[in-house]
């Protein structure tokens, strides 16, 4: 089991461009999580996917950013028109059910500049 | 909304020695609770959890929650230089699937 596997593990882009963010959550787990890692800030809850269907985007900044999960094997995270304070690590973690133990991959670390 | 809180920041201790790390949170309706450890680079890693008023302890690792005073703590015996890591304390609500993670302590232990 290779565990949560995120790609690419750091992107760097111009402020305004587009930054697509995969997570591939392990095989046979039904619920996925996408959170934003800052100093400032730490782990925050951006949103939560149960069987492929979204459950929770309550923290996803509304207008820039989208989450899908067009099937079991795959999650993709999208930020339109970059800012520099996206700059952050971000991290995706799945569970076999939705109140079991979060199992996160290594993260992908987004540079705006 | 959930609110948890971590002490220290930061905590140095010598090697062999106990290392012990504090959490509280903000609603008893938090029915679990894990200890993560992170290390440079890496996602975090799920260490120990506790469910219930109690203790529980596992190799190293000892966790101690007491719901009436909303706080829970984690203690590593023997501490070696491999442990040093940021910990982060993490609660979710009866019923809920939202993890809430604390803002972590960092522990450094030294050779």
């Known amino acids: 089991n290779a565990g949560v596997i995120q790609t690419p593990r750091h992107k760097v882009t111009g402020k305004g461009q587009e930054a697509t963010l995969w997570c591939e959550p392990i095989?046979?787990?039904?619920?996925v999580f996408w959170y934003r890692q800052t100093i400032v800030q730490g782990l925050e809850f951006l949103t939560y996917?149960?069987?492929?269907?979204?459950?929770?985007d309550s923290g996803m900044p509304k207008e820039r950013f989208s989450a899908q999960m067009p099937n079991q094997s795959h999650s993709t995270l999208k930020i339109q028109s970059t800012q520099p304070q996206d700059s952050a690590v971000y991290l995706c973690?799945?569970?076999?059910?939705?109140?079991?133990?979060?199992?996160f991959g290594a993260g992908t670390r987004l540079s705006v500049l | 909304q959930e609110k948890v809180q971590q002490s220290p920041e930061s905590l140095i201790v010598p090697e062999g020695a106990m290392s012990s790390l504090n959490c509280t949170f903000s609603?008893?309706?938090?029915?679990s609770i894990w200890w993560y450890q992170q290390h440079p680079g890496k996602g975090p890693e799920a260490l120990i959890?506790?469910?219930?008023?109690g203790n529980k302890k596992e190799g190293r690792l000892t966790v101690y929650l007491n719901r009436a005073s909303l706080h829970v703590s984690l203690h590593i015996r023997d501490s070696q230089p491999s442990d040093s890591a940021v910990y982060l304390c993490?609660?979710?609500?009866?019923?809920?699937?939202?993890?809430?993670f604390g803002s972590g302590t960092r522990l450094l232990v030294s050779p």
């Open positions: 973690a799945s569970s076999q059910e939705s109140q079991n133990t979060l199992y």
């Open positions: 095989s046979g787990h039904s619920a």
């Open positions: 996917f149960r069987n492929q269907a979204p459950i929770d």
């Open positions: 609603n008893s309706a938090s029915q």
């Open positions: 959890s506790i469910f219930s008023n």
């Open positions: 993490a609660v979710r609500r009866t019923g809920g699937y939202k993890v809430v």
